[in-house]
């Protein structure tokens, strides 16, 4: 069974240091990986993906992703944050074989950014 | 351009009603998602259409819950005899093709007295 794990609920950190948020997955072949963005009252906006190729990915407003195939992780990073990242962050999976491309998200990381 | 839309924005119920939910897709993106969010929870996948029919409706609770998308544009989610644990965030999501990337709306806040 696919499946996605966001093991902090919360991550904390100062104005212009790096953010990592993490995420781990489950799934039969190869992954297809994406991370979206959730503000207050908001959908989910899409931040980047992986389907194959380069595994760091560049995604929207300097934020970028590792894949590692080994590790089965996919963790978002950012080299320096900003206070306008304060927002849920989703992690999600889906199977590069599926027929419906549903997806299956993670519970959902915090992410606090302090001045 | 429009990005994917959903009406109404928030819908109070009572017990037993029955409710409609309404996604209009990005133009031209012939799959369409439905996912449910419930507090403190990632979105739970529903039903994908793929134009007009339901490709996969695996994720729907019970028999209370259906969709349909006639015309493989405008879909519209349906709630029989609501339930207060049908209360959540409703997602509609589309893409170009089902292995494109899944753009949402803004979801339609249901909440069932």
């Known amino acids: 069974a696919q499946s996605v794990a966001q093991p902090e609920d919360q991550v904390n950190v100062a104005e212009g240091n790096p953010l990592t948020v993490k995420c781990t997955y489950s799934?039969?072949?190869?992954?297809?990986l994406f991370w979206y963005v959730q503000y207050p009252n908001r959908g989910l906006q899409f931040l980047l993906k992986?389907?194959?190729?380069?595994?760091l990915v560049k995604g929207s407003y300097g934020f970028e992703a590792e894949f590692n195939k080994s590790q089965t992780s996919f963790h978002l990073k950012k080299p320096s944050a900003l206070v306008s990242d304060s927002a849920l962050y989703f992690c999600?999976?889906?199977?590069?074989?599926?027929?419906?491309?549903?997806?299956?998200f993670g519970q959902g990381t915090t992410l606090q950014v302090k001045p | 351009g429009a990005g994917v839309s959903q009406t109404p924005s928030n819908k109070v119920t009572e017990k037993g009603k029955y409710v409609e939910l309404r996604c209009d897709p990005i133009s031209g993106h012939t799959a369409l998602y439905w996912y449910r969010q419930s507090l403190g929870q990632g979105p739970e996948f529903l039903i994908y259409?793929?134009?007009?029919?339901?490709?996969?409706d695996s994720g729907l609770p019970n028999d209370r819950f259906f969709a349909v998308r006639p015309e493989g544009s405008v879909s519209t989610l349906k709630i029989q005899r609501t339930e207060r644990g049908d209360s959540a965030v409703y997602l509609c999501a589309s893409s170009l093709s089902r292995q494109e990337t899944q753009y949402f709306g803004p979801g339609t806040r249901l909440l069932v007295l």
């Open positions: 992986y389907i194959t190729g380069d595994n």
């Open positions: 799934v039969s072949g190869n992954p297809y």
């Open positions: 259409f793929q134009g007009t029919g339901a490709a996969d």
């Open positions: 999600a999976v889906r199977a590069g074989s599926s027929n419906t491309g549903k997806l299956i």
